[in-house]
């Protein structure tokens, strides 16, 4: 099937560049979202998100006419779901008295909702958010039935996830491997044809469900990996070794490879995801929960560090170093950055962040300076939490002529610390026991 126009639900970091590619490959594409603001920044040839690539194929798209955003659908060849999958606000599930978090599929339902007028016999549905396993076929196949149209008869529906790296996508994109999930051959093989108009990497074909679950799992592989990398860190810190001279030993062994620890996990995908096979299944999930119990817990090993190495929080003045949830992105959903600032503020301490990716950030009760001397100045320790390039190329001397700061704490193992040692800086690393 030729695709003339297709209709993309959600312009957010995954939406967005979907649409975008679509375009540039010459189809007219419809961009869908419920906040003005984005659609009037978009229309202006304008960007509201920080992606490498994107600013220019958006431009572009507009210039050449086959890109268009509206805060409404319209009829269409193909529809694609991308809107957020968040945890629900203050409501959690239960299995054994023990909580777990649960998804908010608010915006699939309402976005599955709004394509209803608009469905015809032939039309293909995507499912894009990453979903609890069997949302495709148990939450959108029912609400699309609704148009009197049965999925897999009358339209073909699927799921297929993004597998897109903040930073990449715009070449992820195109080269990735993709996994089209139909609820029947026919509508995985319209997926196929869909995606194949830009995907140049391999395109497998399978069933809904398994493709809910393929995506979840890469996360959660992910996830449970760097569960065990901060608990090798706690480790090193209780018994006096460096962590990371440590891992990087082990990782010599040919079957071995330990990842990193950090200050945490955010992000939208390796901390929210491993938390709906939770709720799919609590009673099968001990060893993923207890790995989000460890990963969601290492910013209280972080703020610990910190307070080790200045003695007291109270009164002290740190200033943090990266907001966003991993390098080189704008990107600060679910970061373990913002949890740190709280609660180290929680425990006295006056902090100040300076995040360059999003200066200008409004984050509930975190102060966010403008510039990085502002932020250093005054402060009696810097605490390094994400290894954006930008702070890995710091040059010590420099450094410590803006600010009084003598005090050094790097989550991230972003910085050489023998040469902030050798101007005069007291370097503190995580998972370094003394």
């Known amino acids: 099937m030729k695709f003339q126009k297709i209709?993309?639900?959600?312009?957010?970091y995954i939406g967005l560049p979907t649409a975008s590619t679509f375009a540039a490959y010459g189809v007219n594409v419809l961009g869908v979202d419920t906040n003005q603001y984005i659609i009037d920044t978009l229309n202006k040839g304008e960007i509201h998100i920080h992606e490498p690539g994107l600013h220019d194929e958006v431009k572009k798209a507009i210039q050449s006419g086959n890109f268009k955003a509206v805060t409404k659908p319209e009829e269409a060849d193909a529809f694609i779901i991308a809107v957020p999958t968040p945890f629900q606000e203050n409501k959690f599930g239960e299995y054994n008295g023990?909580?777990?978090?649960?998804?908010?599929?608010?915006?699939?339902?309402?976005?599955?909702?709004?394509?209803?007028?608009?469905?015809?016999?032939?039309?293909?549905v995507v499912l894009e958010s990453t979903s609890p396993p069997r949302t495709t076929v148990d939450l959108v196949a029912p609400i699309l039935a609704r148009s009197g149209l049965e999925a897999g008869r009358d339209f073909h529906l699927?799921?297929?996830?993004?597998?897109?790296?903040p930073g990449q996508i715009m070449r992820e994109l195109i080269e990735n491997a993709r996994v089209i999930g139909g609820v029947t051959p026919e509508s995985a093989q319209m997926g196929r044809d869909l995606y194949a108009t830009f995907v140049k990497g391999?395109?497998?074909?399978?069933?809904?469900?398994?493709?809910?679950?393929?995506?979840?799992?890469?996360?959660?592989y992910r996830d449970v990996n760097i569960a065990i990398a901060n608990e090798f860190s706690r480790l090193a810190d209780k018994f006096g070794v460096d962590v990371w001279e440590a891992i990087s030993i082990a990782n010599l062994h040919p079957r071995v490879k330990i990842l990193n620890p950090g200050p945490g996990v955010g992000g939208h995908c390796i901390s929210?995801?491993?938390?709906?096979f939770v709720e799919a299944a609590p009673e099968l999930t001990p060893l993923i929960y207890h790995s989000r119990q460890v990963n969601d817990a290492q910013p209280h090993f972080v703020v610990d560090t910190v307070k080790r190495a200045l003695g007291s929080l109270t009164g002290k003045k740190i200033a943090v170093l990266g907001l966003a949830y991993k390098p080189d992105v704008d990107d600060l959903r679910e970061s373990p950055a913002n949890e740190i600032v709280h609660l180290l503020q929680h425990k006295g301490a006056q902090v100040k962040a300076w995040e360059p990716f999003k200066p200008n950030a409004k984050l509930a009760g975190i102060h966010m300076s403008p510039t990085l001397e502002d932020a250093i100045t005054d402060a009696d320790a810097l605490l390094l939490l994400v290894k954006h390039t930008e702070f890995t190329k710091f040059n010590p001397s420099e450094i410590a002529q803006k600010t009084k700061a003598r005090i050094l704490i790097d989550t991230v193992n972003g910085w050489d610390d023998k040469a902030w040692k050798a101007s005069g800086f007291d370097v503190h690393l995580l998972g370094v026991g003394k």
């Open 158 to 165: 699927v799921y297929s996830p993004e597998r897109v790296l």
């Open 7 to 12: 209709c993309v639900i959600g312009l957010g």
């Open 98 to 124: 023990v909580p777990y978090k649960l998804a908010d599929m608010r915006a699939v339902t309402s976005a599955a909702e709004s394509i209803i007028p608009f469905l015809r016999k032939g039309n293909l």
């Open 202 to 220: 391999q395109i497998i074909k399978t069933d809904a469900t398994t493709a809910e679950m393929v995506k979840l799992m890469e996360n959660t």
């Open 272 to 276: 929210v995801d491993p938390w709906f």
